[in-house]
């Protein structure tokens, strides 16, 4: 058992706070029952997984960490003021764990036909990241293109907003010169964001196969993004506000698509005869 803070690996997760340090090492740290399990689930690649038996006393969890270490995975047990140390939660669970990056590459995603994907320029909230990939995962988005300067989505804040949908998702960097051959090779569908858009979101004729690009929460989307896309849509306002959380802006969009392309649930009869 590990009981001094001061432990190299132990300093090594804390540093893992750092974009910097992730970006050195292709590792990023997660803390937490659900997520934990959801990265066990997705057989996502796994560093090693810690634990504190003073602070796990979930069932659950301590099968996560039996079945982990059974099949030869790498388990640090640490004593209860060393996981505080590494936690940032108030009341923590006991069990983390450090996970390797996972990014791919541009050139080698063939998007397929009836494939959705959101393409964010220059998003700077890890917050709202963590809520658009949770909101995709959840209107079935294959993944996030994430354009020029944005947020780290391995950040804390972008993990724990996310919920676990980060392991559901394709993550792909790019710069415009990158995105604007992806799609011009693919003959892929642009849908961009724009407050001075003539086409309401909620009218406009989505095709099969599309990206939607959103803009920054500050700038919008950048000229010469808008001048790639093949089609324009604004989210009508008629309060004082001038402007949508972009997180907020994304889902309205996100599933405005999805809804034209399912099924209803409630079949006629079965409203009539309720």
Same mark, same amino acid.
């Given at each position: 058992m590990i009981t001094s803070s001061s432990n190299s690996t132990i300093k090594q997760i804390r540093k893992l706070r750092e974009r910097k340090e992730r970006q050195q090492t292709g590792l990023f740290f997660v803390e937490g029952l659900r997520i934990v399990g959801e990265a066990l689930a997705s057989e996502w690649p796994i560093e090693y997984l810690v634990y504190c038996p003073f602070l796990l006393n979930s069932l659950f969890g301590l099968q996560l960490v039996e079945n982990f270490q059974s099949t030869g995975g790498k388990v640090l047990q640490v004593s209860k003021d060393v996981f505080e140390t590494i936690s940032s939660k108030e009341g923590p669970q006991g069990i983390a764990a450090v996970l390797h990056q996972r990014w791919f590459e541009f050139d080698k995603i063939l998007p397929q036909q009836d494939?959705?994907?959101? !393409?964010?320029? @220059? /998003?700077?909230?890890?917050?709202? #990241? *963590?809520?658009?990939?949770?909101?995709? +995962? %959840?209107? *079935?988005?294959?993944?996030?293109? #994430?354009? +020029?300067?944005?947020? =780290?989505?391995?950040?804390?804040? @972008? $993990?724990? &907003? @996310?919920? *676990? &949908? /980060?392991?559901?998702?394709?993550? $792909?960097? !790019?710069?415009?010169?990158?995105?604007?051959?992806?799609?011009?090779?693919? @003959? $892929?569908?642009? $849908?961009?964001? %724009? =407050?001075?858009a003539k086409q309401d979101y909620h009218f406009f004729k989505y095709p099969q196969r599309l990206v939607l690009l959103m803009g920054s929460e500050r700038h919008g989307l950048q000229e010469k993004y808008l001048a790639i896309c093949d089609e324009s849509v604004a989210i009508p306002m008629c309060g004082k506000s001038d402007s949508l959380n972009l997180a907020v802006a994304t889902a309205l969009c996100v599933y405005e698509i999805f809804n034209q392309r399912r099924e209803n649930p409630f079949k006629q009869e079965d409203i009539s005869n309720s």
């Open positions: 494939e959705i994907w959101v !393409a964010l320029d @220059s /998003i700077a909230d890890p917050g709202n #990241l *963590g809520t658009i990939l949770r909101t995709n +995962d %959840s209107a *079935g988005v294959k993944g996030v293109v #994430l354009l +020029d300067q944005c947020t =780290d989505p391995y950040d804390p804040t @972008s $993990i724990r &907003a @996310s919920m *676990g &949908a /980060i392991f559901n998702q394709i993550l $792909i960097k !790019a710069d415009f010169h990158q995105f604007a051959y992806w799609k011009k090779i693919h @003959s $892929i569908t642009v $849908i961009g964001t %724009s =407050d001075k």
